[in-house]
């Protein structure tokens, strides 16, 4: 694929827009600084909480880390023999999805000059709770069904502002993984 180099763009919708479209052309010039390898590092608290923290990652050659590190909590609500400390994992794999298309979203807007006023999206996910727990080998463990909804608002046709959301979609890594899947290994190391 031959890459067109894009134009810069004054800054839009609160996103970096110049900082944006430079990094595209000078990644378009130099792949191997595509390469990033994210972490989160997670350790049981008790029951059915867990608390991951996110700081380092590796990306553009180099170990980076984010400017401070963030922590999310999760746990089950008590309906599910939790203490409700945080939101489930796959409440978390929810907030991924919709916080990976808005962000896409709001880059491809600020690149394409459309000004949002309003973005707004629910994702909603449908899980039988037979498998994980055993009951059932004839139900998956994850979701059987994730439904997106956006509502959108911008100084844009409505047809361009459905694009933006198509184009979120089709460039975004959380919804890739979701329906292309992706290799998953687990290691364990005992400590006696």
């Known amino acids: 694929m031959q890459h067109t180099t894009k134009a810069s763009r004054p800054p839009l919708n609160g996103v970096d827009t110049p900082n944006l479209l430079a990094t595209i052309n000078f990644v378009a010039g130099?792949?191997?600084?595509?390469?990033?390898?994210?972490?989160?590092?997670?350790?049981?608290?008790?029951?059915?909480?867990?608390?991951?923290?996110?700081?380092?990652?590796?990306?553009a050659g180099q170990e980076q880390k984010h400017a401070k590190a963030y922590y999310a909590d999760s746990d089950h609500p008590a309906?599910?023999?939790?203490?409700?400390?945080?939101?489930?994992?796959?409440?978390?794999?929810?907030?991924?999805l919709a916080s990976c298309l808005m962000a896409g979203v709001a880059n491809i807007a600020a690149a394409r000059g459309i000004k949002l006023t309003k973005v707004q999206c629910s994702v909603d996910g449908d899980i039988d709770l037979r498998g994980i727990l055993g009951i059932s080998d004839e139900v998956r463990n994850g979701f059987q069904n994730i439904t997106v909804a956006f509502e959108i608002e911008g100084d844009a046709p409505s047809e361009k502002l459905q694009?933006?959301?198509?184009?979120a979609r089709a460039r975004s890594a959380v919804f890739d993984v979701l329906t292309n899947g992706v290799s998953v290994s687990v290691g364990v190391k005992t400590i006696q």
Request: proline share 6%; with cysteine; hydrophobic share 40%.
């Open 163 to 167: 694009q933006l959301v198509e184009q």
């Open 79 to 96: 309906v599910l023999c939790g203490a409700d400390h945080g939101p489930t994992p796959v409440e978390w794999l929810l907030h991924a």
């Open 30 to 59: 130099q792949p191997e600084l595509a390469k990033f390898q994210f972490r989160a590092h997670n350790e049981w608290v008790e029951g059915t909480h867990s608390k991951s923290v996110m700081l380092g990652f590796h990306g």
